[in-house]
């Protein structure tokens, strides 16, 4: 049986990224240098020849996973599922304004799966509605075929403890994403274990064989 992958990819830069500012899912563009980044990020991803593509419907994921559609030919389809952590009124303020005035709960945020980033989404709620928007994507993919998921930072890196599944407080060990970076999970067809291995994290280049010890 041929191993089907996912590649979880997050957007390019926006204004607000440059400037360190919480966007959850305040509809922010890609920068210039965030659309450069997606198009130099897509011509690499090209290569693994995505059989799907789906988005976040934020314009910032859906401009970066037009590049590749532009190379490849593959339609994105856009999905709600996909976006950032709602993060209520914490959204728009910068890092620093965040660590003043709310600095124990940003503190607590970055450890703790179940916590409300200004009011908003938990990360086990972000997990949730990824995986499943994953799960329907994955339906459509046959054997050996590969998924592109346009999304956000926080959305991927709750969407891929989950897969992984790692107990929600074990999830802060995952890094931030690099904007247009990319981690790449493929089936695990050996029977034990989670069904999904990591094989790329927060990359920027492209996957290398590698010679397996434990199989």
Do not use: K
Not at 49 to 78: K, M
Not at 124 to 137: M, N, P, W, Y
Request: glycine share 10%; with cysteine; aromatic share 6%.
């Amino acid at each position: 049986m041929g191993e089907r992958q996912i590649i979880l990819w997050r957007h390019g830069r926006t204004s607000w990224n440059a400037e360190r500012r919480f966007q959850g899912q305040s509809d922010i563009e890609l920068d210039d240098e965030g659309r450069a980044q997606a198009d130099r990020a897509a011509e690499l991803l090209a290569y693994l020849e995505p059989d799907r593509i789906i988005a976040s419907d934020l314009a910032r994921a859906r401009a970066t996973a037009q590049a590749l559609s532009a190379r490849t030919g593959v339609q994105v389809r856009a999905d709600a599922r996909l976006r950032e952590t709602f993060a209520g009124e914490w959204e728009g303020r910068s890092r620093a304004e965040l660590l003043d005035r709310h600095g124990d709960a940003v503190a607590r945020w970055a450890s703790d799966s179940s916590a409300r980033p200004g009011g908003g989404e938990t990360r086990i709620e972000v997990a949730d509605r990824v995986v499943a928007a994953i799960t329907d994507g994955l339906n459509e993919l046959a054997e050996s075929e590969t998924l592109v998921v346009a999304t956000h930072g926080g959305a991927a890196r709750a969407g891929i403890g989950a897969l992984l599944e790692l107990p929600p407080e074990q999830w802060a060990c995952l890094g931030v994403l690099s904007n247009c970076a990319w981690s790449i999970l493929s089936e695990n067809s050996t029977g034990f274990g989670p069904a999904w291995r990591l094989q790329e994290y927060n990359a920027g280049s492209l996957p290398t064989p590698a010679l397996a010890d434990d199989r």
